[in-house]
């Protein structure tokens, strides 16, 4: 079984509404419960990003920018991006999630 990584992008909406955020949590969260064993890491969100370069360092662009991320086991892509089409993330945070397989060095 490979593992992958549910990627988000995207910097969620800050809304006025705390219930709804609220509810936007839970819904992740029984998300996530619901990928029983296929989760390895449930989440791991992201600061923004400083980025390091041969020109420098400078914070690093806030557009698109990667907000967190989820590893998964699973058969296959195809496997991992249906685990990701279920996310309430994409509704919700109207952001969206990219699927890349994950491999071990060494």
Do not use: C, N
Request: proline share 8%; no cysteine; net charge negative.
């Amino acid at each position: 079984m490979a593992r992958y990584g549910l990627l988000y992008v995207g910097e969620p909406p800050v809304g006025d509404d705390p219930e709804a955020a609220q509810a936007g949590q839970q819904r992740w969260f029984e998300w996530i419960s619901g990928l029983g064993e296929a989760v390895v890491t449930p989440g791991m969100p992201m600061s923004p990003a400083t980025r390091v370069s041969i020109e420098g360092v400078a914070p690093a662009p806030t557009e698109g920018r990667l907000t967190g991320m989820t590893i998964v086991e699973a058969d296959s892509m195809d496997a991992a991006v249906e685990m990701a089409k279920t996310s309430p993330y994409v509704e919700f945070a109207h952001t969206a999630i990219d699927v890349v397989e994950l491999f071990e060095m060494g």
